[in-house]
C-alpha cells in the first residue's frame, strides 16, 4: 500500500496577529460550522483514492485549529482513515485550549502538539498581536504534558522588530528547561500589507537587522546541539526519533494531499492547491465540485531541482547516490560547474557521497540553492 500524508487547514484564529499573512480569519467565526462540514465532504469527495492509501501523517494546522470546539476536530479525524502509526499533529496556540481539550485531541489519536509560542516575552508578545502571555504559554505546556503528551514542539520566531538577543537567549533557555522533544525557530519574514510591514514602513518599528538574526540563528544551533536537541532542517530540531515526520514528507517529496482552503497537494506527480476564498470554497463543494488551481505537472527537471533543494536543506543532507538512481543520472557530472563554485566559496561539503550546507552555507542557503538551479 503506497503512502500518502495528509493537511487539513483550519483557517480561525482568535485575532490576527500583527505580521501573518497566513490565510486565516478572526471575523468569521460565523462560517466555523458550514466550513468544517465542507472539509468533511471534500474528505468524502476523494475518499476513493486515499482508502486504499496508508496515512503515514496527518498535519491540522492554521489558523488556530485548537480554536475550534473539539468535537469538530474529532469529526474531521473520524473521516480519515489512519491507525496508532500515524503521527497525528495539532497546530494550538496558548490561550485557545484548556484540560478537556487536551484530554480529548489525546483521546481522538492526535499524539503530536506543536504550539505556536514564538516568543516568552510579554511585551514583545503584544508587539506581535499574539493572545497570549508566557504565563499562558508555560502552563499550557505543562499542562499538555501532564495529560499525558510526549511530543511537544513549539515554533519561536527570531529577528522581530524590538526582539533583542537576550529577549530571544531567555526564551530558548526556558524552552530548553522545559524538556520540548521538538522546536522550530524561524527568521521573521516580513510580508507585505501586514499590519507589521505597514509599521516598519512609517518608520513606527525599526527594521529587522540581519546580523541580530544570524547572531540568534548560530546561537540557536550551539545551544540545542549542547542540549541533545539537534538540527535536522535549516529551522527545525529535534530530541532523536522526534523529527516531524509530516515536514520530513514535504522535505523528502512525499506525496500528500491538503484539504480546506488554501491547503497544497502534491499527487501523483502533481502540485496543486485548493481555491483561497472560503466563500468559493464552501460554494464549491456544496455544489461537490473540487476546483484545482495551479495545477503542475512536475515533470523529471522540475523533480530534480526539488530533490536538490529539498535535500540541501535537511542535515542529512543530499543523497549522491539516491539522486543518481532516482534521475538515472550523474549528479557530480551534471551539476559540475555549481558543485566546484560552492566548494570554492565553501558554502557546500561532500563526504560519504552526500552534500550538505556547511555553516556559511546555512546564511546563504538561498544563493546556494540558485547555484543549482
Ligand atoms: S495565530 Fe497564526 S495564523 Fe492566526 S493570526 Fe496569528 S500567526 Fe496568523
Same mark, same amino acid.
Given at each position: 500500500?503506497?503512502?500518502?500524508r495528509i493537511?487539513?487547514h483550519? @483557517? ?17 467565526n460565523?462560517?466555523?460550522?458550514s ?7 471534500e474528505?468524502? %469527495?476523494?475518499y476513493?483514492? %486515499? ?13 488556530? @485549529?485548537s480554536?475550534?470546539k473539539p468535537?469538530?476536530i ?7 482513515p489512519?491507525?496508532?502509526n500515524?503521527?497525528v499533529t495539532i497546530e494550538?496556540?496558548p490561550?485557545?485550549i ?6 480529548s ?8 502538539i &506543536?504550539?505556536g509560542?514564538q516568543?516568552l =516575552?510579554?511585551q514583545?508578545?503584544?508587539l506581535m498581536?499574539r493572545?497570549?502571555?508566557? +504565563? ?6 505543562k ?6 503528551f510526549?511530543n511537544i514542539?513549539?515554533?519561536?520566531m527570531m529577528?522581530y522588530?524590538l526582539?533583542?538577543f537576550?529577549?530571544?537567549?531567555e526564551?530558548l533557555h526556558?524552552?530548553?528547561e522545559?524538556d520540548?522533544?521538538?522546536? &522550530?525557530c524561524?527568521?521573521?519574514?516580513v ?11 512609517r518608520k ?6 540581519? +546580523?541580530?538574526?544570524r !547572531? ?12 541533545d536537541?539537534?538540527q535536522?532542517? %535549516?529551522s527545525?530540531?529535534?530530541r532523536?526519533?522526534?523529527e516531524?515526520?509530516?515536514?520530513m514528507?514535504?522535505w523528502?517529496l512525499?506525496e ?5 482552503i488554501?491547503a ?5 506527480g502533481?502540485r496543486f492547491h ?13 455544489e461537490?465540485?473540487l476546483t484545482?488551481?495551479?495545477e503542475?505537472?512536475?515533470d523529471?527537471?522540475? &523533480?530534480r531541482?526539488?530533490?536538490?533543494i529539498?535535500?540541501?536543506?535537511? =542535515? ?20 559540475k560547474?555549481?558543485i566546484?563554485?560552492?566548494? !570554492?566559496?565553501? /558554502?557546500?561539503?561532500i563526504?560519504?557521497?552526500?552534500? /550538505?550546507?556547511?555553516k556559511?552555507?546555512?546564511d ?5 540553492f540558485?547555484?543549482?538551479?
Amino acid at each position: 500500500m503506497e503512502d500518502v500524508r495528509i493537511y487539513v487547514h483550519i @483557517p480561525f484564529c482568535k485575532s490576527k496577529c500583527q505580521y501573518c499573512d497566513f490565510n486565516s480569519y478572526d471575523n468569521k467565526n460565523y462560517l466555523i460550522d458550514s466550513y468544517i462540514n465542507c472539509v468533511l465532504d471534500e474528505i468524502d %469527495i476523494q475518499y476513493s483514492t %486515499i482508502k486504499n492509501r496508508n496515512i503515514t501523517s496527518i498535519f491540522l494546522g492554521g489558523g488556530t @485549529p485548537s480554536y475550534l470546539k473539539p468535537h469538530l476536530i474529532r469529526s474531521i479525524l473520524h473521516h480519515l482513515p489512519f491507525d496508532r502509526n500515524t503521527e497525528v499533529t495539532i497546530e494550538v496556540n496558548p490561550g485557545t485550549i484548556d484540560r478537556d481539550k487536551l484530554e480529548s485531541y489525546l483521546d481522538m489519536g492526535i499524539n503530536r502538539i &506543536s504550539f505556536g509560542v514564538q516568543s516568552l =516575552n510579554d511585551q514583545l508578545l503584544r508587539l506581535m498581536g499574539r493572545v497570549h502571555t508566557r +504565563e499562558t504559554a508555560l502552563s499550557n505546556i505543562k499542562m499538555a504534558k501532564e495529560v499525558g503528551f510526549t511530543n511537544i514542539s513549539a515554533d519561536l520566531m527570531m529577528g522581530y522588530p524590538l526582539q533583542s538577543f537576550e529577549i530571544y537567549e531567555e526564551t530558548l533557555h526556558t524552552m530548553i528547561e522545559l524538556d520540548m522533544q521538538h522546536l &522550530s525557530c524561524y527568521s521573521l519574514k516580513v510580508e507585505e500589507n501586514t499590519p507589521l510591514d505597514r509599521m516598519i514602513k512609517r518608520k513606527m518599528l525599526p527594521e529587522p537587522k540581519d +546580523e541580530l538574526d544570524r !547572531k540568534m540563528y548560530h546561537f540557536t544551533e550551539r545551544i540545542l546541539k549542547e542540549n541533545d536537541i539537534l538540527q535536522y532542517e %535549516i529551522s527545525n530540531y529535534a530530541r532523536k526519533g522526534f523529527e516531524c515526520k509530516h515536514n520530513m514528507g514535504y522535505w523528502e517529496l512525499d506525496e500528500y494531499l491538503g484539504f480546506g482552503i488554501s491547503a497544497h497537494s502534491y499527487f501523483k506527480g502533481k502540485r496543486f492547491h485548493n481555491t483561497e476564498s472560503i466563500t468559493d470554497y464552501i460554494h464549491d463543494i456544496k455544489e461537490k465540485r473540487l476546483t484545482r488551481f495551479d495545477e503542475e505537472v512536475i515533470d523529471a527537471n522540475e &523533480s530534480r531541482k526539488e530533490f536538490i533543494i529539498l535535500g540541501l536543506r535537511l =542535515n542529512k543532507g543530499l543523497n549522491i547516490e539516491k539522486f543518481n538512481e532516482k534521475y538515472d543520472s550523474d549528479f557530480m557530472n551534471d551539476y559540475k560547474t555549481a558543485i566546484e563554485k560552492c566548494l !570554492k566559496d565553501q /558554502v557546500i561539503s561532500i563526504k560519504n557521497n552526500v552534500v /550538505v550546507l556547511t555553516k556559511l552555507g546555512k546564511d546563504f542557503a538561498n544563493s546556494v540553492f540558485t547555484e543549482f538551479m
